[in-house]
């Protein structure tokens, strides 16, 4: 799914040298390579396409060429909803960028959580970051009530049993130890509601603060709640890499 109108078709290492990917003389050795396909089609040199509506892919991974499309990496405060829209006195987190072009979020991050969250109109890039099949990890760092045991580590990458089946962690590792808190990293590939609140709930560690310190390879310890900034052409491409390909 694409966000655009029709244009007229243009050369392919013109599209590749727009979007920043390359000079438009690598593109051409890039598209001599047999390395740059359209819509699954490996193109040769001189070959055209219409940039609102081609798939272009160097080496199988997506290099967006749309001239509309807007891609952000934002920090979603606490008690910012990470919706489209938001009826109530609460702020969404498309409040925090530009009104126009329109964006969605991807994903979700729960009102009390906080840390990195995309918002973009590419719908490509949104489904693949959020259908299943792909497992595209998400990495949070956890604020929690107690001193979890090795064996509570080894439960959370094994498997936690929750009221909507079961929960598990791809990777986790204990950060801090402060007095009567501890400080968890936590990488998930699967974006259930509250999901990382209820397993160490349903173990018995309250969250007092969770923050998405990473999506995909995709981190930015520079941003401070309520900012955002553009992704580079480079990170998109990274955040397509970064899943599973055998869906």
Not at 69 to 83: D, N
Not at 108 to 133: A, F, K, Q
């Amino acid at each position: 799914m694409r966000f655009g109108h029709e244009t007229p078709p243009e050369r392919i290492q013109k599209l590749i040298a727009r979007s920043g990917y390359a000079s438009r003389r690598r593109a051409e050795i890039l598209i001599g390579q047999g390395r740059v396909t359209v819509d699954g089609v490996v193109v040769q040199l001189g070959a055209k396409a219409d940039p609102t509506s081609a798939r272009i892919a160097i080496d199988e991974i997506p290099l967006p060429v749309a001239p509309d499309l807007v891609y952000y990496l934002v920090y979603k405060p606490v008690g910012v909803v990470s919706t489209a829209h938001e009826p109530g006195p609460r702020r969404a987190v498309v409040d925090l960028v530009p009104a126009e072009p329109r964006v969605v979020p991807v994903g979700r991050l729960d009102v009390e959580s906080e840390g990195l969250i995309v918002l973009t109109n590419d719908g490509d890039l949104t489904l693949y970051m959020t259908h299943p099949r792909f497992g595209v990890e998400k990495t949070y760092t956890a604020l929690i009530e107690g001193s979890p045991s090795a064996v509570t580590i080894r439960r959370l990458t094994q498997g936690v049993e929750l009221e909507d089946g079961l929960a598990r962690a791809v990777r986790v590792r204990q950060v801090a130890q402060h007095h009567d808190s501890a400080m968890i990293e936590i990488v998930m590939n699967e974006g259930r509601k509250r999901e990382v609140r209820r397993m160490l709930s349903e173990l018995g560690y309250p969250v007092q603060r969770l923050v998405r310190t990473a999506i995909g390879p995709i981190t930015d310890r520079t941003l401070e709640p309520g900012t955002y900034r553009e992704l580079s052409v480079m990170e998109v491409r990274r955040l397509y890499s970064s899943g599973t390909h055998d869906g």
